[in-house]
Structure formats: structure tokens, C-alpha cells
């Protein structure tokens, strides 16, 4: 849906502005004395209560409104146009925005780079592990490896499923797409050999109705877990419930939406790289320009247990993720794709940045990236 | 996988998607009929299908009967027809124009009222069981078909033969295809037009009421992605033909299933090509029925677009 890109937003603060500006001899002192507060400004590709990504953000974003002196300014369903460069500059310019997070991978080049050139006093951190040391020194990315809370989600389903097919609706191939992907197929292999994930894309990041047809087609073609990285999980995980398969959550918690088959799912705790840059600006220290995490650092979790989850597979869970907390590694080598060729040639570690370019699905992934 | 069992496979996700996701674009593309038969065009019927498919849930959600939610949602897009209507009566107003603003007011007011109902789950609306003969679990799935989807095979029917059987269906050709005819006749041709948007707004609105209710059944900003749009381009495809809408609907849910039903088979190479298949399709359709002259004969002579 590009086509409501006029926003209240934009609409209601370019007409603040003009009010601002001519009340500006009066509004000195008060303006003065708001700078000492802390703004910052998000922005979201979607609604901030899709049971997924943008709530995820929205979530800790509430977290970090209980912290004293400071504000934040959010907008939702901003394109990944010129309209996301738009809001982030208004945040700037009307409401002083000091730190600008752009939660949507597509808002990082070029908008967010030419911002960061552009207002050299305000600290641009992007949701995707994209910063390269050529990039402005004000911009910057943080990131989850959400893959590993895949890998436990494969490693329960892996013992919650009969067929050992796991079908997988996947918005875009993108690296961290595909790391969730392979990863599911990794802890569903670490505990049944024989387990595959078939993957749909549906290219885009929301399409409700596609990802019913992709979800309802994974059945039909005899997966019985079904997963997703798509923005909101509702309908996958709605339609896994109502075709009686069991089911795995994605970003945020699912577990209401499939009381009979939601085994576990893997989630995000932004909150704590949230809060660390709030007390670091208050702090006046720069924020680091990457921030990585995952299970060792408590930024990712896995959603309880729900009813499709069997004993075995809780416990199995439970152990992978005792070993992700001491940095077992997920991609240990050698591995090949689904073509046959070797692209993993050794043991990564979970953060190894040679895992950050992955462009290709493992043996056992049934799909194509193309 | 066998070939076989692939083309089976691929042929019955095909017949499912065409009956699933066909519906919202029958019953848009139903009204904008009945609209455009009165020689007006109303583009905003996406907003009706949002803010339709908004009410539909938030009243299954409070009541429990998702039947009272298909009713409201009728409702909804009767008022939204209602300001089309009224507004383009207005001397020296563009319809166009005011679709494309009313499109933004339903889209906008749906999303601002709909804001408390994206997490809570609202009764569905069921479907009927007519596979249960089969053995086949896709077949059978396939066969799970929406009381909606044969309201709009029933109402196409019924639109088609009262088109061209009764008095309220010549009035509203004739006002369609010439205002001074109509006029002559003692026919008030802005109130046929009225009635004519009314209703077809609400058509679009049970249209919605089938996104949040059915399939894929639940509410959330990017529920549509833009069927009541492409609704629009299949009444200029089904050339003002209630019946040919049917068959339009039918084929662009059964392209739509295309993208999804190939990669489950294998075949994922260039699954962005198949899911564009739909829009490609619509492409084709309009630079083939702009070519033809059958398809000029059969436009409303009063339409704004081709006067």
C-alpha cells in the first residue's frame, strides 16, 4: 500500500512549524529549556501493533518512555522512500530529535546515509547489520541475531513435528531472512537428520493474503510446523492454527493467536540496546557505531512453551539455548547449499561477520532464493 | 515430487486461490459496475474495502456474530457511497477527482478507528465443507468455500438478468449511456446516480468484510493490498458485464495463487515474475480491451473517461 504516503504526520507538523516560527520571539525560554530532555525519534515501516517486527520496536520503544527526561517521537507505515528521509528530517528539524532509529531495512541507503551527512550533530542507528567504516561516523547499526531464537524454534519443532517438514513463509531473501531460514533447518537437523524447511517468498514484507496462499500451500505440500519472517505473523500463524498444524512465532509473541499447535518463537529485546543508548546520550558518551547481540548478551528470547511443544522438544530447547549462552556455534562447517556447493567452509562464530553476506540456503532447504 | 503431482498440486492451490481470493474483487467489481452502469465512476471503492473490512471485525469482535459485522460493513460502504453520490452531484464536480479523495478518507478513518482491533481475534466467518467426498486434504481445503463467495455468484446472476429484464435496470442503462434519453423519460438522472453509488458502495464494503472475516481473516493496516484498485480495472476488462466479472474475479485469484503454488512444488526459481502475475495480467487485459472496438461499444456512453 504505497498510496496513502500523505501523512498526518507530515501534514500536522509542517503546519506546527509555520505556527512555531511565528510565534518565535515569544517561544525562546521554553524551547531553551526542552533542549535539555532527550528526543528521540522512530520511525516504522508498519503499524506498531502487527504482532510483529514494528511491535517488537513499538515495545521497547514504551519501555523507554518510563525513562526520565526522555521523549519519544514515533511515526508509523512510512514507506522505504524518500517519505521515510521526510519524517526522520521533520523529527530533527521540529521536534529536535537527537537520535534517529530507522527500524526497516530499506531506510539505510540512501536516506539515513544522506541524512547522517547532512546533520552531523544527530546519531542515525539503522535495525540491520549494515554500517561500514566508510559510512558516516553519526550513523550506525544495531541488531539481534534473532536466527539464534530460530535455531531453538528449529530444534522444537524438530521434536514437535511427525513429518519432519517445516514449511517457512519468507517476505524477502535477505541476509537475515535467510539466516532465520537456515537456522530453523540447523536445530531441526541438530535433532532429526532427516528434517527439511520448505520456503515461500512472498516479496514483500506485508501481503496478508499472499502469505495465506504460501502458508496453505506449505500444507498442502505436507509440512506440519509452519514459521515465517515476514512483519506480522498473525495470518501464518492464524492459518496454521486453522489448518490443525503446529506452529512457531516470529519477532514478537504469537502464543495467544494458536492455543492448540504455537510451540515456541523467537523474539527481540530491543529494549536493552534502547535504554543503553538512552543512558549513554544522557551520559553525553557517543554511542557505539554496531551493536550486535543475541542469547549471551539478553538480546534475543524465545516465546514459552505452548501446547504443540512435546516434553522431548522443550527440553532439547532448553539445552540449545543453555549452549547458545555460552556461544555454541550454530554454522559449523562444512556446509553446502542446496545446489551442492560448499559455502560455509568451517566453524563460524554467531557473530562472524562472514555470516552477515549469507545469499544462499542450505541443503535441506527446499526453495530458491531467485 | 512427480510432474504429475505437481500440475495436480499447482491446479487445485490454483482453484482454491481463484475461489479465496477472488471474492473481495467480485464484489467490487460488482458495484463499481452498478456504478459506472449509471454513467458514473467511483475509484475510491479501495476505501470502502478497507474501512468495510475494519467495521466487519471490530463488530464480529464485540457482538461475536460475524453476519452483523458483513451487515455493517454493507452499511459502511453505503455512507461512503452516499458522500461519492452526494458530492458528484454537485455541479462541476470531477468524479475522478473525488474517488481518489475518498479512497484516502476511508483508508484514513479505517485506519484510526482500527487501531484497537489489530490484536484482538474476532469470530470468522465459516466456510461450507463442500469436499468432504474427496480424499485429497488440498482438495478438500480448496472446497472450504465462503457463504460470501456464492452471495456475489448470486448477486451477479441477479444483476445480469435485471439489467436486462427489468424497468430499474433499463433506467439505469439509459441514464448511463445518455442523460438527455433519460431526462426525456422523466427519469431524474443525479438520483439514479446516487442510488446507483450507494449500493455499489455498499457491495465494495461486503467486499472487506470478506478480507477480515474470511480470508485471510483478520484485520491489520496492510490487509488489502490494493484489490479494490485492481477491481476497478476488471469492470472495464468484464466490459460492464456482471457475469463476465464473475469469470475476471475467478482468474485474477487463481493468478494471484500462482506465485505461492509454484515455489511449494519446486519450481522457485522467479517467484517475483509469478507473483506479479496478476498485474501483468491486468496490463495486458487493459492494452488488449483499449484495442478493442467491442469494448468502446460496451461503455457507458455518460462515463467522464470515454465521453
Known amino acids: 500500500m504505497t498510496l496513502h504516503t500523505l501523512n498526518r504526520r507530515t501534514l500536522l507538523k509542517t503546519g506546527a512549524a509555520g505556527i512555531g516560527a511565528a510565534m518565535l520571539p515569544f517561544g525562546l525560554p521554553r524551547l531553551a529549556a526542552a533542549q535539555e530532555a532527550l528526543t528521540i525519534g522512530v520511525v516504522y515501516v508498519g503499524a506498531k501493533d502487527d504482532f510483529g517486527w514494528n511491535q517488537a520496536h513499538a515495545v521497547a520503544m514504551e519501555i523507554l518512555k518510563a525513562t526520565p527526561n526522555v521523549t519519544v517521537v514515533e511515526e508509523e507505515n512510512v514507506p522505504e522512500t524518500d517519505a521515510c528521509a521526510k519524517s526522520m528530517e521533520s523529527m530533527i528539524n521540529i521536534d529536535g530529535a537527537k537520535l534517529i532509529l530507522g527500524t526497516s531495512f530499506g531506510y539505510y541507503t540512501p536516506f539515513m546515509l544522506d541524512l547522517a551527512a547532512k546533520y552531523p550533530d544527530v546519531a542515525f542507528r539503522h535495525a540491520a547489520p549494515l554500517w561500514k567504516d566508510s559510512d558516516p561516523a553519526n550513523a550506525g547499526s544495531y541488531f539481534c541475531y534473532l536466527n539464534q531464537a530460530h535455531y531453538v524454534d528449529g530444534v522444537a519443532a524438530g521434536l514437535s513435528s511427525a513429518s519432519g517438514k517445516i514449511g517457512f513463509v519468507a517476505a524477502k531473501p535477505i541476509p537475515s531472512v535467510l539466516s532465520n531460514i537456515n537456522s530453523v533447518l540447523l536445530g531441526a537437523r541438530s535433532v532429526r537428520p532427516d528434517a527439511t524447511v520448505q520456503v515461500i517468498f512472498t516479496g514483500d514484507w506485508s501481503m496478508p493474503v499472499r502469505e495465506a496462499e504460501a502458508a496453505n500451500a506449505l500444507v498442502d505440500a505436507g509440512c506440519d510446523v509452519l514459521t515465517c519472517h515476514v512483519d506480522g505473523p498473525k495470518v501464518v500463524i492464524e492459518t496454521a492454527e486453522a489448518r490443525g498444524v503446529k506452529s512457531c512465532g516470529h519477532n514478537a509473541s504469537q502464543a495467544p493467536l494458536a492455543p492448540k499447535g504455537f510451540i515456541t518463537g523467537a523474539e527481540y529485546k530491543w529494549e536493552t540496546i534502547y535504554t543503553m543508548y538512552a543512558d549513554m546520550l544522557a551520559k553525553g558518551e557517543a554511542l557505539p557505531n554496531v551493536v550486535v547481540g543475541g542469547y549471551h548478551n539478553d538480546m534475543v528470547r524465545n516465546t514459552a512453551y505452548g501446547a504443540g511443544a512435546t516434553p522431548e522438544a522443550i527440553a532439547a530447547a532448553d539445552a540449545a539455548i543453555a549452549g547458545l549462552k555460552e556461544g555454541k556455534p550454530i554454522y559449523v562447517g562444512p556446509l553446502k547449499d542446496n545446489a551442492g556447493n560448499v559455502v560455509i567452509d568451517k566453524t563460524y562464530d554467531n557473530y562472524d561477520p562472514y555470516l552477515d553476506g549469507m545469499n544462499y540456503l542450505l541443503e535441506g532447504v527446499i526453495g530458491s532464493i531467485t | ?307
Not at chain 2, 248 to 264: H, I, K, R, V
Open chain 2, 1 to 307: 515430487m512427480m510432474p504429475e503431482a505437481a500440475l495436480q498440486t499447482v491446479l487445485i492451490a490454483m482453484l482454491g486461490g481463484a475461489i479465496r481470493v477472488s471474492t473481495p474483487y467480485l464484489f467490487v467489481a460488482l458495484g463499481e459496475t452498478i456504478t459506472e452502469k449509471s454513467g458514473r465512476i467511483n475509484l475510491g471503492l479501495e476505501g470502502n474495502l478497507v474501512l468495510g473490512a475494519m467495521v466487519a471485525y471490530a463488530l464480529s469482535f464485540h457482538t461475536g456474530l460475524p453476519w452483523l459485522g458483513v451487515a455493517g460493513a454493507f452499511a459502511a460502504g453505503l455512507v461512503l457511497g452516499l458522500l461519492h453520490g452526494t458530492i458528484c452531484s454537485l455541479p462541476k464536480v470531477n468524479d475522478i477527482a473525488v474517488g481518489i479523495a475518498l479512497m484516502s478518507f476511508g483508508i484514513g478513518i479505517a485506519f484510526f478507528f482500527g487501531k484497537p482491533y489489530i490484536q484482538p481475534q474476532a469470530p470468522r466467518l465459516e466456510g461450507l465443507a463442500l469436499g468432504e467426498w474427496s480424499s485429497n486434504p488440498a482438495l478438500r481445503q480448496a472446497l472450504q468455500i465462503n457463504p460470501l463467495f456464492f452471495l456475489g455468484l448470486v448477486i451477479a446472476v441477479a444483476l445480469w438478468w435485471a439489467l436486462a429484464n427489468t424497468r430499474p435496470g433499463l433506467i439505469l442503462r439509459m441514464t448511463g449511456d445518455s442523460e438527455p434519453s433519460a431526462r426525456a423519460m422523466g427519469v431524474n438522472p443525479v438520483r439514479v446516480r446516487i442510488l446507483a453509488t450507494v449500493l455499489g458502495g455498499g457491495l465494495a464494503g461486503i467486499g472487506g468484510s470478506f478480507l477480515s472475516l474470511s480470508y485471510p481473516g483478520s484485520w491489520n493496516e496492510g490487509l488489502s493490498s490494493g484489490q479494490g484498485l485492481m477491481a476497478v480495472a476488471l469492470v472495464i476488462f468484464a466490459r460492464w458485464n456482471p457475469l463476465r466479472c464473475v469469470w475476471a474475479a475467478l482468474l485474477f485469484g487463481a493468478a494471484g495463487a500462482l506465485g505461492p503454488a509454484l515455489q511449494s512444488v519446486g519450481i522457485s526459481q522467479g517467484y517475483y515474475f509469478f507473483n506479479a502475475a496478476p498485474y501483468i495480467l491486468t496490463l495486458f487485459i487493459m492494452v488488449a480491451s483499449a484495442r478493442s472496438g467491442v469494448a468502446a461499444h460496451a461503455a457507458p456512453g455518460e462515463l467522464s473517461i470515454v465521453k
